[in-house]
């Protein structure tokens, strides 16, 4: 890949992939600094005013997603790129009941393929944790920070964002806005031609569409570069005459060989699309939407922002930054079944939708070892495990975990070296798994 390719890549869920070549494996590869060695005020990314100028993390250069430099560059996107903000509007905020537990920390749980014990408290820092958020019966009984974040800042939710749009359409499935059976194009006729055209609305939602299109990061060639040149809000190299922005790009896609509906194929793309059928059906982009359908009603206590295109386009994929509160607000939202503060902001059934998940057999051709059993429904992760548990999830280590039985919800902002959370999932899910149970008995 190029420089003047990398300079102008950005989406939140690209770039965060492009540096794994960087990142340590399992197959002996460099190991990374840890999370104490990583901290990014430690390594003074950004300190001071001016900070020296090789403690400087900015635009044009295209490293800012760099491991170690992502640590400081997730809590401060907005000032990197354009984006639009997600209000909360004007009214004062719902603050959150404490009911702290702090033996917490002391939950042990075995990892994924392991005998030897972790407690909780250990695998935050083995995730490279910036904010943990459990919420148990509404009230919050654990709340951490660390390195680029405290509990006033914003960090990336990365492909989280997704779980958010997705939210947004099966909203519009049940109140009989959106029918998940029409056809793409008759939505969108920009879209007639392109492969999403003969797809369903559902088949987006799921991510079922068949798509020739390739996130090979490795690739230098992968469609995944041409995507993020399109998207980017920077301008574009001299004699550039390909796509500009989310939309002129999806228009250009192609049907795979095999049919809509038999496989899931986890692509960025259907994000967008998605994001683009929301606003057809309603007259109003994605950041306005979640502000006015969601933020501006559950109380929360910040705004949210979003990247955005350079056509001002947010990024329905990943582009959302936004407090740790506030994601344990949509966490309680969604474990409510649309109700906050003893309000209700969309149909149970929404929920219900959600939970009950996808495509098993679909989603099992991709193959994800620590999620087997699973499926994936309007962009949410569904575990389909003995407590019901369901999840956004965002590269890197995003999450926001809902657990029904035991009426708890975690979030987690990260910034772990590696971009795939099957690297973080052997120390995540059974913690999580551990901590609920813990719950459940005190």
Avoid at 311 to 330: E, M, Q, T, V, Y
Wanted: net charge neutral.
């Amino acid at each position: 890949m190029s420089s003047s390719t990398t300079k102008i890549v950005f989406t939140l869920s690209v770039l965060a992939a492009t540096f794994v070549s960087n990142i340590w494996a399992s197959d002996g590869a460099q190991v990374p600094l840890s999370d104490s060695e990583s901290n990014p005020i430690k390594l003074g990314w950004m300190q001071g005013f001016p900070p020296p100028q090789d403690k400087l993390i900015m635009q044009p250069e295209s490293d800012f997603f760099s491991f170690p430099k992502m640590r400081w560059t997730v809590c401060h996107i907005r000032e990197l790129m354009p984006t639009k903000e997600v209000s909360r509007g004007i009214g004062a905020p719902v603050p959150m009941a404490y009911a702290l537990d702090s033996g917490i920390d002391s939950v042990k749980f075995n990892p994924l393929g392991s005998n030897k014990p972790m407690t909780w408290k250990q695998s935050l820092s083995a995730n490279y944790t910036d904010g943990m958020l459990v919420l148990h019966k509404g009230r919050i009984v654990y709340e951490a920070y660390s390195d680029c974040l405290n509990d006033t800042g914003k960090h990336a939710a990365m492909s989280m964002t997704k779980s958010l749009t997705g939210l947004l359409a099966e909203i519009l499935v049940v109140e009989g806005r959106l029918n998940p059976t029409a056809k793409v194009a008759t939505i969108i006729p920009e879209l007639k031609d392109s492969a999403f055209g003969n797809a369903t609305v559902r088949q987006v939602m799921d991510m079922t569409t068949s798509l020739k299109y390739s996130e090979d990061y490795a690739d230098p060639n992968a469609d995944i570069w041409v995507y993020s040149k399109a998207a980017s809000p920077l301008p574009k190299q001299k004699g550039y005459k390909g796509p500009n922005g989310y939309f002129e790009y999806l228009q250009t896609l192609k049907q795979d060989d095999i049919k809509h509906g038999e496989a899931f194929g986890y692509k960025t793309v259907n994000s967008d699309a998605l994001g683009w059928i929301i606003s057809k059906v309603t007259g109003k982009d994605i950041a306005s939407m979640l502000s006015e359908r969601i933020w501006q009603k559950m109380g929360a206590e910040q705004d949210g922002y979003m990247t955005v295109d350079a056509k001002g386009i947010p990024f329905a994929g990943g582009g959302l930054s936004a407090g740790l509160r506030d994601l344990g607000r949509i966490g309680q939202l969604m474990l409510n079944s649309g109700e906050i503060n003893g309000q209700r902001l969309f149909p149970k059934e929404v929920v219900e939708n959600i939970q009950a998940g996808g495509d098993k057999n679909a989603f099992a051709k991709a193959g994800y070892k620590t999620l087997e059993g699973g499926s994936y429904h309007s962009m949410w992760w569904v575990m389909h495990n003995e407590h019901g548990a369901y999840a956004a999830r965002g590269v890197h280590g995003q999450t926001i975990y809902v657990d029904p039985t035991a009426e708890m919800v975690i979030v987690r902002f990260s910034s772990f070296p590696s971009a795939a959370n099957s690297k973080i999932d052997p120390t995540s899910l059974p913690a999580y798994q551990a901590v609920a149970k813990y719950l459940m008995q005190n």
